[in-house]
């Protein structure tokens, strides 16, 4: 199939050099050792690998290696607010949206991948909409902060993999509004140049009657 099978001292690797994808086999994948013996290894007849190492040996034919098909559901574990805990009446996993007020803009969040094949090989990759340009590949580490967000409307989305890297390409979300301060918003403006409008005009308009109360009495005179 176009793949490379290595032996090495952390378990079994598949390659695929034209995809340049790599699967490794370990202790959860039923090898009797991480650690494999050099030149240890035969290609048998009938399309069989045999690797031997320190604890025996394995023998399997690669056709017969199938991938986990079941896709991980993502779950939230935690999140902190300027890095405390935040404070919900329902549990974190439940949450679907959170409104903060201003100031409250430093967002971690942490969640896993609830797929046991061999749960320290599921992968993640995140996104902020309104905010990332891109997903962030984040490997194993279920985590992901973001500091000093401008007020606005984002939606945290995160994909997860399980070990033989089938995705679950229905993102867990959050939606997240940062409120705008009093002194950023439309009404504030407004009131702002309304206010400023009133003063200019009363500043006029105490000029024009100053300049008509000399005219009359210029006029008298």
Same mark, same amino acid.
């Given at each position: 199939?176009?793949?490379?099978?290595?032996?090495?001292?952390r378990g079994i690797?598949?390659?695929?050099?034209?995809?340049?994808?790599?699967?490794?086999?370990?202790?959860?994948?039923?090898?009797? %050792?991480?650690?494999? /013996? =050099?030149?240890? #290894?035969? @290609?048998?007849?009938?399309?069989?690998? $045999?690797?031997?190492?320190?604890?025996?040996?394995?023998?399997?034919?690669?056709?017969?290696?199938?991938?986990?098909?079941?896709q991980p559901i993502?779950?939230?574990?935690?999140?902190?607010?300027?890095?405390?805990?935040?404070?919900?009446?329902?549990?974190i996993e439940e949450?679907?949206?959170?409104?903060?007020?201003?100031?409250?803009?430093?967002?971690?969040?942490?969640?896993?991948?609830?797929?046991?094949? %061999?749960?320290?090989? /599921? =992968?993640?990759? #995140?996104? @902020?909409?309104?905010?990332?340009?891109? $997903?962030?590949?984040?490997?194993?580490?279920?985590?992901?902060?973001?500091?000093?967000?401008?007020?606005?409307?984002?939606?945290?989305?995160?994909?997860?993999?399980?070990?033989?890297?089938?995705?679950?390409?229905?993102?867990?979300?959050?939606?997240?509004?940062?409120?705008?301060?009093?002194?950023?918003?439309?009404?504030?403006?407004?009131?702002?140049?309304?206010?400023?409008?009133?003063?200019?005009?009363?500043?006029?308009?105490?000029?024009?009657?100053?300049?008509?109360?000399?005219?009359?009495?210029?006029?008298?005179?």
């Amino acid at each position: 199939s176009g793949n490379l099978w290595l032996s090495c001292n952390r378990g079994i690797i598949k390659y695929n050099p034209d995809k340049k994808f790599y699967r490794r086999y370990t202790l959860m994948d039923g090898i009797q %050792d991480n650690e494999f /013996n =050099t030149n240890a #290894f035969l @290609l048998g007849a009938q399309g069989e690998i $045999w690797m031997g190492g320190n604890s025996g040996l394995n023998i399997f034919h690669p056709d017969q290696i199938k991938d986990v098909p079941h896709q991980p559901i993502i779950q939230f574990t935690r999140l902190l607010v300027n890095d405390e805990p935040f404070q919900t009446p329902v549990q974190i996993e439940e949450l679907s949206s959170i409104v903060l007020r201003y100031g409250k803009n430093t967002l971690s969040l942490d969640f896993v991948a609830l797929e046991y094949s %061999d749960p320290s090989q /599921n =992968t993640f990759r #995140f996104k @902020l909409e309104n905010y990332d340009q891109d $997903w962030v590949n984040a490997g194993t580490n279920g985590f992901a902060r973001y500091a000093n967000l401008p007020p606005g409307y984002y939606t945290f989305k995160v994909k997860a993999a399980n070990s033989d890297g089938v995705w679950n390409e229905t993102p867990k979300t959050l939606k997240i509004h940062i409120l705008t301060p009093w002194w950023r918003t439309w009404w504030f403006y407004l009131l702002c140049i309304s206010t400023i409008t009133a003063i200019a005009y009363g500043i006029f308009n105490y000029r024009l009657q100053q300049a008509l109360k000399i005219e009359r009495i210029r006029v008298r005179i």
